[in-house]
Antibody
Framework: EVQLLESGGGLSQPGGSLRLSCAGSGFTFSSYSVSWVRQTPGKGLEWVSIISRDGLTSKYADSVRGRFTISRDNSKNTLYLQMNSLRAEDTAIYYC????????????WGLGTLVTVSS | EVVMTQSPATLSVSPGERATLSCRASQSVGSNLAWYQHKPGQAPRLLIYDTSTRATGIPARFSGSGSGTEFTLTISSLQSEDFALYYCQQYNNWPPLTFGGGTKVEIK
């Protein structure tokens, strides 16, 4: 069974940092691109970032580019999101999701981890 | 950026009735359109991809149609477990990958 388990969420002050992790199991982690998608309170889903199977290529939403960094460790089946210079508008549930390739949907998602940015 | 617009925002339906959800793209996304179901506290679940292909394990009462800029998700006979949020998403022109604002299907 495919499982994705996010961790690392919590409370941060504006300008602070957090590092999220997403551990995958039940599938060949290195065979999938992996993404972060967030759900802001009362709003819908917003794509944040994606990283290629080999970790060499990454892309970001304009809203987080320059502040967030996505990375992965295929030996540990784990995805990361380093979030710096956090803002109140980054408050959201962050989900990791896997996709098989370029023009493919997200096959599976995790349960999410809540990030709250507040003073 | 491809803007996805879903309507209605909320759909009130009685169990056993048919539900029709709409999704419009600001430019053509071909057939690269997916639908997800999301319940509070759960992981979003892929229902439909490539406009009309049901994902593994998805019941036949869920169907998708459309092309280009206009898409529809139909739930033929709503079951109690179908009351949830539904999102469409395009994966044709990206980055960014973009989602619609969601349709909440609630019990009438």
């Amino acid at each position: 069974e495919v499982q994705l388990l996010e961790s690392g969420g919590g409370l941060s002050q504006p300008g602070g940092s957090l590092r999220l992790s997403c551990a995958g199991s039940g599938f060949t982690f290195s065979s999938y691109s992996v993404s972060w998608v967030r759900q802001t309170p009362g709003k819908g889903l917003e794509w944040v970032s994606i990283i290629s199977r080999d970790g060499l290529t990454s892309k970001y939403a304009d809203s987080v580019r320059g502040r967030f960094t996505i990375s992965r460790d295929n030996s540990k089946n784990t995805l990361y999101l380093q979030m710096n210079s956090l803002r109140a508008e980054d408050t959201a549930i962050y989900y990791c999701a896997i996709k098989s390739g370029g023009n493919y949907p997200f096959d599976n998602w995790g349960l999410g981890t809540l990030v709250t940015v507040s003073s | 950026e491809v803007v996805m617009t879903q309507s209605p925002a909320t759909l009130s339906v009685s169990p056993g009735e048919r539900a029709t959800l709409s999704c419009r793209a600001s430019q053509s996304v071909g057939s690269n359109l997916a639908w997800y179901q999301h319940k509070p506290g759960q992981a979003p679940r892929l229902l439909i991809y490539d406009t009309s292909t049901r994902a593994t394990g998805i019941p036949a009462r869920f169907s998708g149609s459309g092309s280009g800029t206009e898409f529809t998700l139909t739930i033929s006979s709503l079951q109690s477990e179908d009351f949830a949020l539904y999102y469409c998403q395009q994966y044709n022109n990206w980055p960014p990958l973009t989602f619609g604002g969601g349709t909440k299907v609630e019990i009438k």
